[in-house]
């Protein structure tokens, strides 16, 4: 397979696990019967977003999908094609860039915040990038207001049986991989309960494309059976209010930590689609 029919491969399969999680949750929507029941179900809104190159040439461009709902405050799931050349001072930074700045990247990002504090707030994205090197990564992570054991339990099963189909190295490796890239170094705490993290996989195109499909799989089936666990409770102020608390760290790490922030902005990528990340409604202090 040529390096053009990968990049087309890629990219077919991020927009089609886009549209597969966009039905889950619209469905999830549909079945909600917690507090806001009487609230219309929510529907995902698609705007499609064209990127130029500091020259004026076509860069790519990607489509923001994004929901408010009567179960998700907010949720976006976003996917992106863009190419052009890195800054020099950014290139160094990239595998393979400092020989030849030039580059391609493909990818899917969410993040759901519910309006409930029992449902867990979510991360997955997942990508392919390619520069004189063409390689993957992504993950995904779980971010509670109140964590539920098991929960948590599940959530990094999935990733694990996910990782183990693979090479029985990666659930350990990416686990601590994402243990220790979410972790708020200004606050000396995590940023939730983990999952796993991984980048510059490119052992083999075709065995490291299946690992990232399966790694986007096995988000697309747990999250949503998590979701339905909670979603119907109801909550007092004292825990929407921790909910906004905990938003902020969210928040402070995307601003600060976060790869895939600096990356769109770097690359000249849409500033609401690379905040899309951060919620609605937060507090501090």
Known sequence: MSMDQKKQTA??????????????????????????KDQPAGRFERTAWDRKNEDGSPGGGGVMSVM???LFEKVGVNV????????????????????????????????????????????????????????????????PTFPDDRDTADFHDAFKQACDRHDPVYYPKF?????????????????????????????DWDADFVFTKDVGQAFRDI???????HMDKGWTAEERDALLHKRSRYVEFNLIYDRGTLFGLKTGGNIDAIFMSLPPEVKWG
Not at 114 to 138: C, D, E, L, Q, Y
Not at 175 to 202: A, M, Q, S, T
Request: aromatic share 16%; glycine share 10%.
């Open 175 to 203: 686990k601590k991989w994402c243990d220790e890239y979410f972790y708020i170094k200004h606050r000396n705490e995590p940023r939730g309960v983990g999952g796993i993290f991984y980048d510059n996989l490119e052992k």
């Open 80 to 143: 992106s094609t863009v190419f052009g050349t890195f800054k020099p001072e950014f290139a160094k930074n990239i595998p393979g860039a400092a020989e030849d700045p030039r580059f391609w990247a493909s990818g899917i990002s969410l993040v759901a915040h519910p309006h409930s504090p029992h449902v867990p707030a979510a991360h997955m994205n997942t990508r392919f990038i390619v520069t004189t090197k063409g390689w993957f990564g992504g993950g995904g992570d779980l971010t």
């Open 68 to 70: 408010k709902g009567r």
């Open 223 to 229: 999250y949503p059976a998590l979701i339905r666990r």
């Open 11 to 36: 990219k077919a399969w991020f927009e089609e696990l886009r549209d597969q999680i966009c039905a889950s949750y619209e469905t999830l929507e549909d079945d909600y019967a917690g507090p806001f």
